[in-house]
């Protein structure tokens, strides 16, 4: 659930950092027979040597599908994202563009993969040697990346080659397909897309009441006027339905007022992230603690944040770090955070909370010294102590 993406999807040079390419040598050597199996997800299919270990698969909104697979002695390794390009484009150009807008240095050639024209990207860093693969098939890029010790690239090259020629895709669906495709529920300020097998096929009117209400709520709450185009709220049946079109379910692209969803999330989280997004034109706090915490806060569920949260630390002795990346450590993080904001608001009002919201100037640490005249650490000391009152 968490909400933007504020940088390219895809930025390539980030990933790696590409010296020239500076090895010799590189003669194939005969191999006995390498046996491979087979990997396959919603996007694509894959051949990797039988000898290596099982797959590791992780998911999420920002990096796509991840799968990393490498040799029991890790001295090999590969990984494939898969993710989606924002905002949405089928342009074939994509990946030049990308690559053209990049001022490093970098050895790159074009290569077809499974027909598809991409670029082969190599270069090596403390004796490792990366080859990247990146192509693009409808609106997904597609990154293959090998990592193995320079000195053993002959070892390494005749996988290497196997393994790409492999890569078969699969016919998955492109996003862009899903707005002509899906049924259109429209509102003045959302516009639902939902598939014919929706689990709210018969009952969407209701479904999207909820949300209109929600909607409405939240932008009167905080006060935003809303002047943009309807939110489109994709609604899925599942998290693994999402996981067929390469989606890690559910999160807002706030920038481009889009919500995916199961159609079982809470009515006002994703939404909050939208219309808190434009309190400020955009502007808004570099907080995971405060930016959930403000979607969860509102995400009109009714849960009472405070007594669930007073339990949990009660449990947990009240000893947690919540700040910077510390917040993504709790699985219950998402209700410690509308706690928190919930404290805030109502300690030292909505109106210092907005201003303290919806600005960028200031990292979280200082965000609190600015607006709250404290450290962000005795805020959170604070609001523990008044949970144990409850
Ligand atoms: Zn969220």
């Known amino acids: 659930m968490r909400c933007t993406r504020s940088k390219k999807y895809i930025c390539i040079v980030s990933l790696i950092v590409l010296i020239s390419l500076l090895f010799a040598g590189c003669e194939t050597k005969d191999e006995e027979k390498i046996q491979f199996k087979t990997y396959s997800n919603a996007q694509y299919t894959i051949q990797y040597p039988s000898s290596w270990l099982e797959p590791e698969v992780t998911q999420d909104p920002y990096n796509g599908n991840n799968v990393d697979f490498s040799k029991a002695d890790d001295q090999f390794a590969l990984n494939i994202m898969a993710g989606r390009i924002y905002p949405y484009t089928d342009s074939k150009d994509y990946i030049k563009e990308t690559l053209e807008g990049n001022e490093e240095d970098v050895d790159v050639e074009e290569y077809i993969i499974d027909g598809n ?5 190599k270069g090596v860093e403390n004796d490792e040697l990366t080859i990247f693969y990146v192509f693009q098939e409808k609106d997904m890029i597609f990154q293959i990346r090998f ?18 020629k492999s890569f078969e895709f ?6 862009t397909s899903l707005k002509d495709k899906w049924n259109k529920y429209s509102t003045e300020n959302l516009e639902i897309y939902y598939p014919d097998n929706s689990d709210v096929y018969e ?39 999402g996981r067929q079109v390469g989606l890690e379910l559910g999160f807002a692209v706030s920038v481009f007022g889009e919500v995916y969803t199961e159609d079982t999330q809470s009515p006002g989280h ?15 706090i570099d907080s995971d603690l405060v930016n959930e915490g403000l979607a969860t806060y509102l995400n009109m569920m009714g849960t009472d944040n405070h007594s669930l949260t007073a339990n949990i ?72 102590e008044y949970l144990k009152t409850y």
């Open 203 to 241: 009952s969407i009117e209701e479904w999207a009441q909820v949300r209109i209400e929600a909607f409405d709520y939240i932008s009167k709450y905080l006060d935003v006027e809303w002047e943009y185009e309807p939110i489109k709220v994709f609604v899925f049946n599942s998290k693994e339905h």
């Open 270 to 284: 994703e939404i909050a992230h939208c219309i808190s997004y434009w309190m400020n034109n955009g502007e808004r």
């Open 117 to 121: 024209k991409g670029y082969e990207i």
């Open 313 to 384: 630390l009660e449990e947990k002795n009240y000893s947690i770090e919540l700040l910077g990346n510390d917040f993504w450590e709790h699985e219950d993080g998402y209700t410690f955070g509308a706690s928190f904001v919930q404290y805030l608001i109502d300690e030292y009002s909505l109106e210092v909370f907005k201003d303290f919201f919806a600005q960028n100037k200031y990292n979280e640490e200082d965000s609190f010294r600015k607006f709250y005249d404290k450290e962000g650490i005795m805020l959170v000391n604070e609001w523990m």
């Open 147 to 164: 990592v193995c010790q320079a000195n053993d690239y002959n070892n390494c090259k005749d996988s290497i080659e196997q393994i790409v």
């Open 170 to 175: 699969n016919d998955f669906e492109a996003l």
